[in-house]
């Protein structure tokens, strides 16, 4: 796939199927009465027997007959779903219908994107310039009407996804997939999301956004963008994936919107173990668990610069009586015998910002890449938008209005995720079988219901009767078990529950003049946690972490908790002790999915897989950085180096029995040793250290893990390079279940041996380079390869600053210069056009994968009219 073309559904593929189609079979479809002519144009034998026997009336008759059955069948079975495979076909007769069917979505090259709306409810006049990459420039004469046309954007252009994944947030895919074989996950999707109280905390948020006048001024006004595009659709002129799934989209409303920021938070609430932390402590003494996973990382560069002083505690932090007995209740000895397979942990984000004390122009570049699941359509849509009140440019969600991370004429922003532990477990003691009544404090409390009802395509519905307690909604228990099957009940204490308003951070952001004004706007973020680092032209760089944290004691929250003891219970943070870093000397602020602070902090920051080695990367990189451009920041932001392997080789060729390789072994051996370190897609070297170390992981930690048959917590790279640094006599690296005592030297070179067949099968086709390697691509949010991007041969990896691995990446590069004329730069895998059909669709991603920017600049109204551009919307008030 080559020239930013979709695999086996390429624009030229569509109107070649088109056309074709057409010529044969146009009239039947047009015509129901024109099937005679075109069963003789299909079947000429058959024709030929009908005209030697027209003087047969019976025979006539009965081809009359066998004609009209024929017809008959086609039509049912055209407008009937097929079950193939397990799987549900579209309609046919619709799908393949030339005036409905997805030909319909094939867009002529050269396409212009003209149009006019009038409405009564619009108050003045709106423009949109298309650029030449299909990005909207909005000139609204006032905010309500710019929020209109962006949500009138978003639906022409990404109707399916916006509503797609509103449908995942609120637990509805069975609508959409049925209970087939083949969407069991559906209906499981659906429960889970449900139980999580998506829609409870959603509603919440939403009370919370209409409850202030200038949000739901912008959600009103967002939605009815929205419904104006959605109410001017044909059958014809659905996306794509609604006449293969063969639904409707229906009328867009403002919890919508509340639902797909509930999914964000979802997305990126910090990592989440209880479970498999609770099951760690009945497998792991005390010492053994601490060793595995240790709070805090040795020599990690936080967000906050240790040795920053902290202000006296505002919560004072009370351990309950009862802790040791219910909580810290750690296995006294280990038993043996099943690896439990943990997921790859996900990536996370970088952003920085550097003062103009190191740049070449003086001024403050802000760089922000978040690493997230790459999808097609893509998660962002570009956009400008300019009122009589502010000008932005940067990305925004399909689904709401605003923008969310990008830059005006004063400032830029960027995100990171923070990564704290959010969402906590409570076990809930009912009083009966009816779960009428709960123990809290020990007394019994009566228990809310939230009545659920979960619609199945061609199913029966099925009713949900969810509890709710003090601490959230109920969400294992006897009928829908925790992943440790202990058929309890567990209520799930979640921070994105409450009634907290997001979407006011970005509209105020949008506005930002100045670090105060950024720092009102980032007050009332609750949820996800997340790194903001800021910018402006005034010359101000800042990073804060924020959102609402627990004040918790050390390992509060790691494991399933008491929900009958109220001491338990944590308040949050205040936030005037989430810090603020402003200004710093040393003259750059970053982050990258660190811990915030050093283990000094009064806090607990529970939470799983905080990044060391991007985070050391990028504060080693800037602090010997001057005279920096936006290049050598594009430079930097795509930058390969592996500093793991950095760190770990030195360790592993001292471990390894270099005596002991053949002369095949040796060979590739040789190929890591001279390795550059860089995860360059050309480079062998590692795909070599990357199968080598998961094969030291394995077998460094597979004979203890496999105490349990249930989940336990992935142990962090950290924490295996820290022992082959510093503890060469490993408590770890013995197998148990031998009668000789292993050490490191035998665990690294039994890993070497056994990674040697799967490096020569690579090598043989070829696919020992790493950016074939690894294999990585943008997949379509329905997973459909020939809707998708596969077989990116792009560096990269997990512990580089450049973090593409397989699915997972950079969403999102931006690089803004705050000099006087703004000079930014921006680029996402995907396109501007939902549509599989468009040139629009995937056009980024070939740039993207090598590295490359496009330049982004808010355009006046006047400068744009004089750009090359592929058309004009209007919107007018009647």
């Keep these: 796939m080559t020239n930013g073309k979709t695999e086996g559904f390429s624009l030229q593929r569509l109107i070649l199927y088109n056309r074709l189609y057409k010529t044969s079979a146009v009239a039947y479809w047009r015509e129901p009465s024109c099937f005679f002519s075109s069963l003789c144009t299909i079947n000429p034998a058959l024709c030929a027997f009908s005209v030697l026997s027209s003087q047969n009336l019976v025979m006539r008759i009965v081809f009359f007959l066998l004609s009209a059955a024929i017809t008959i069948a086609l039509i049912v079975v055209l407008n009937t779903p097929l079950t193939i495979a397990g799987s549900k076909t579209p309609r046919l007769g619709y799908f393949l219908s030339p005036q409905k069917g997805f030909w319909q979505n094939a867009e002529a090259a050269g396409s212009v994107f003209n149009g006019a709306v009038k409405l009564p409810s619009l108050r003045g006049k709106t423009e949109v310039y298309f650029d030449d990459r299909l990005v909207p420039h909005v000139y609204a004469d006032n905010d309500a009407d710019a929020y209109f046309a962006e949500g009138y954007l978003h639906a022409k252009f990404r109707l399916w996804q916006m509503e797609f994944q509103t449908y995942v947030a609120a637990g509805r895919l069975s609508e959409i997939l049925g209970n087939t074989a083949n969407a069991e996950g559906a209906l499981a999707n659906d429960i889970r999301f449900r139980r999580m109280g998506m829609v409870y905390g959603a509603q919440n948020s939403l009370r919370a956004m209409e409850a202030d006048p200038q949000t739901k001024q912008a959600l009103d006004a967002y939605t009815d963008g929205v419904n104006t595009y959605i109410n001017c659709l044909g059958d014809g002129d659905y996306p794509l994936e609604y006449k293969l799934l063969d639904y409707k989209p229906e009328p867009w409303t403002n919890i919508k919107s509340a639902l797909f920021l509930k999914y964000m938070s979802y997305d990126l609430t910090g990592g989440e173990n209880d479970f498999e932390m609770t099951n760690a402590k009945s497998v792991f003494t005390k010492a053994q668990f601490e060793k595995l996973f240790p709070y805090g990382q040795d020599s990690v560069q936080n967000i906050i610069p240790k040795g920053t002083p902290f202000k006296k505690p505002g919560i004072a932090l009370k351990i309950p009586e009862t802790a040791d007995s219910l909580y810290f209740d750690y296995k006294d000895s280990v038993v043996v015998p099943g690896m439990q397979n943990k997921p790859d942990k996900h990536n996370g984000s970088n952003n920085w910002a550097v003062s103009g004390a190191k740049t070449r122009s003086g001024r403050p570049i802000l760089c922000n890449d978040p690493h997230l699941g790459l999808n097609l359509p893509s998660l962002w849509y570009e956009i400008q938008i300019s009122t009589p009140n502010y000008n932005v440019y940067g990305v925004s969600f399909p689904g709401t209005p605003a923008v969310v991370i990008g830059f005006n004429d004063d400032c830029a922003w960027g995100v990171t995720n923070a990564g704290r532990d959010v969402k906590d477990y409570y076990e809930v003691k009912f009083q009966d079988s009816t779960m009428q009544h709960y123990l809290y404090n020990y007394e019994w409390k009566k228990t809310e219901f939230i009545t659920d009802t979960i ?335 596969l077989h990116l041969s792009a560096g990269g990896g997990e512990n580089v600053i450049n973090a593409f691995t397989k699915y997972h990446g950079p969403s999102w590069r931006m690089i803004v210069q705050l000099t006087d004329v703004t000079e930014a730069y921006g680029l996402y895998p995907g396109g501007q056009n939902g549509n599989p059909g468009s040139q629009y669709y995937d056009t980024f991603i070939d740039k993207w994968a090598t590295g490359k920017y496009y330049r982004v600049k808010i355009f006046s109204k006047g400068e744009m009219a004089k750009q090359k551009n592929l058309g004009v919307f209007t919107f007018n008030k009647e």
């Design 455 to 789: 619609k199945v395509k061609g199913s029966p519905d099925r009713l949900e009767n969810l509890p709710v307690t003090v601490w959230g909604p109920v969400m294992y228990d006897k009928d829908y078990p925790d992943m440790l099957n202990t058929h309890k009940a567990y209520a799930i204490h979640w921070s994105a529950h409450k009634s907290t308003n997001e979407l006011k951070t970005f509209m105020l952001l949008n506005r930002a003049k100045n670090i105060n004004d950024y720092k009102n706007a980032i007050d009332g973020f609750k949820c996800p946690g997340q790194n903001f680092v800021f910018a402006s032209k005034s010359g101000d760089i800042a990073i804060k972490e924020q959102g609402s944290f627990g004040a918790k004691w050390r390992r509060q929250g790691d494991f399933v908790m008491p929900g009958w003891d109220s001491s338990y219970a944590y308040q949050d943070i205040p936030d005037s002790e989430n810090i603020i870093l402003q200004n710093p000397a040393r003259g750059y602020v970053s982050s990258a999915n660190q811990y915030a602070y050093d283990t000094a902090y009064p806090y607990y920051m529970g939470g799983t897989n905080f990044e060391y080695f991007r985070a050391n990367s990028i504060n080693r990189s800037l602090a010997n950085m001057w005279d920096i451009t936006p290049t050598d920041m594009q430079q930097m932001q795509t930058d390969n180096y592996n500093l793991l392997a950095e760190m770990a080789r030195p360790a592993l060729l001292k471990y390894l029995y270099d005596s002991l390789l053949t002369g095949e072994e040796e060979k590739y051996m040789e190929i890591f040793r001279s390795w550059n370190l860089r995860n360059d897609s050309t480079e062998q070297g590692p795909a070599i250290f990357t199968t080598w170390w998961d094969n030291i992981m394995e077998g460094t930690y597979k004979d203890e893990f496999s105490a349990s048959h249930l989940p336990l917590p992935e142990v962090d790279g950290t924490t295996l390079l820290h022992a082959l640094l510093k503890e060469p006599t490993y408590i770890f690296a013995d197998d148990i279940n031998t009668l000789q005592k292993e050490s490191f030297r035998d665990i690294v070179t039994t890993a070497f041996k056994k990674i040697i067949p799967v490096l020569k099968k690579k090598e043989k086709e070829n696919n020992l380079a790493w950016g074939r390697f690894k294999d990585g691509g943008v997949r379509h949010l329905l997973r459909i390869p020939a809707l998708s991007r």
